[in-house]
């Protein structure tokens, strides 16, 4: 009798537990439903100003789902540090989370300054003109010879970073661009001086970074202050070595006007005007897609453009983006390191994969700026040249008479 009393029991037991409204279902419906609250929170920026230094990270369902992404539960350890993992071991409720890193050192980013920058035009305190002499008078055989033109660039962009003194990166495993494992144990940003924020042009660029609807296809708005900053941008751009360089080069070869106001005019119609990409008109531009990025909603969505280096820590820096790995070169013996400044990576960004991107690490705004618009007026769609120690093919298409993307590749 007491084993027929046990059986009853434990067949009444089993009937509870298989149809979902076991106490532990609710729970995890529970978590659930409190997590989707708030990633909704994250992406629309309440969670950001948690306190200094606090970074949200996000999980995401096992299939990427863009309609359903949570943040993953952190507690921080302290202020400047890392948040200390809880519950990391894989659940059994379909989620599992990314992105985790191990301690490493984060840093502020003093945006007080950029606020300076929504003064109107005439108010605006700029660098003082500097008299770079014959430096930026382009040679007869940079003029017949655009590699060495875009080499005379990197040779001027004075504004460049020092690996190891200005930042420190770690490159991680390497993978192959089909591989979707997460090979970077870190951040690639290991730290960057805060000082890099205070210089003018790199302050400037920063400014300019949230002006844009990530999201390829939607209709962006230009507000009078967002292209007051354009042509703030372009302005203090225009003070420095490489876009001097590049005016002459320009006005050299008859392209663009000797008139300054008139070729800065054409900088600022080139990388800041609104055209359509993704069906819809005045949907993207240059500068957004180059440098700031854009998630593709057409089938399977991934990331196109997002090639700056400066996006991609400050977006790091916000847990947007899990940088998973470098990719194999093809020449063995040429696997990047911290001294590197030109890779080919794999990362995610808002929990959406860009399998293949490549970026110039620690250069300036105003070099970039310099080098793409040159090979668009004056290059093809693949221009294999010379930038310092590198042999790089830089990419660059044409969108009518735009640029519809532009990028570094590394030549092997």
């Known amino acids: 009798m007491e084993g027929l009393i046990k059986g009853l029991i434990n067949v009444a037991l089993d009937r509870v537990d298989g149809d979902g409204d076991h106490p532990n279902d609710r729970r995890h419906d529970d978590r659930n439903e409190r997590s989707r609250s708030t990633w909704s929170e994250v992406v ?127 490159c991680g495993e390497g993978k192959k661009a089909y591989q979707k494992e997460d090979m970077a144990q870190g951040s690639l940003f290991s730290w960057l001086s805060e000082d890099i924020f205070r210089r003018p042009t790199y302050a400037r660029f920063c400014s300019l970074l949230d002006n844009y609807n990530p999201h390829e296809g939607s209709k ?21 070595a490489p876009i001097k360089y590049l005016h002459k080069y320009l006005s050299a070869k008859g392209i663009v006007s000797e008139s300054r106001e008139d070729f800065k005019r054409m900088l600022e119609r080139l990388w800041f005007d609104l055209y359509g990409r993704g069906g819809t008109s005045g949907s993207s531009s240059a500068f957004e897609h180059v440098f700031v ?25 916000k847990g947007r983006v899990d940088y998973q790995g470098y990719i194999f070169p093809r020449r063995r013996g040429n696997s990047p390191d911290s001294e590197s400044q030109l890779l080919t990576i794999q990362f995610e960004w808002n929990g959406v994969l860009k399998s293949v991107s490549s970026t110039l690490i620690g250069v300036s705004p105003e070099f970039e700026i310099a080098l793409y618009t040159l090979c668009f007026f004056v290059g093809r769609e693949e221009n294999h040249v010379e930038l310092g120690p590198y042999l790089v093919n830089i990419k660059c298409y044409h969108l009518g008479d735009r640029i519809g993307s532009a990028f570094p590749v590394a030549d092997s």
Do not use: C
């Not at 309440?46 to 990270?57: F, I």
């Not at 962006?220 to 420095?240: H, L, M």
């Open 220 to 240: 962006e708005v230009v507000t009078s202050q967002e292209r007051q900053e354009q042509t703030a941008f372009i302005e203090e751009i225009s003070r420095t």
């Open 293 to 317: 990025g854009e998630i593709k909603q057409r089938g399977e969505e991934s990331v196109s453009g997002f090639h700056n280096w400066i996006q991609f820590y400050l977006e790091e820096a």
């Open 44 to 170: 629309s920026g309440d969670q950001e100003e948690q306190h200094e230094g606090s970074r949200p990270n996000i999980a995401h369902p096992t299939r990427h789902s863009p309609q359903e992404r949570i943040p993953k539960s952190e507690a921080w350890e302290s202020e400047g540090s890392r948040p200390a993992r809880k519950n990391e071991e894989s659940n059994n409720d379909g989620w599992e989370t990314v992105g985790k890193k191990p301690s490493k050192k984060t840093h502020k980013v003093n945006a007080e300054q950029w606020n300076n920058y929504k003064r109107p035009l005439g108010e605006q305190d700029y660098s003082s003109e500097v008299d770079y002499g014959t430096n930026v008078e382009p040679l007869e055989d940079e003029l017949a010879d655009m590699s060495k033109a875009l080499n005379k660039l990197w040779e001027l962009d004075v504004n460049r970073l020092v690996p190891g003194k200005d930042y420190e990166i770690d």
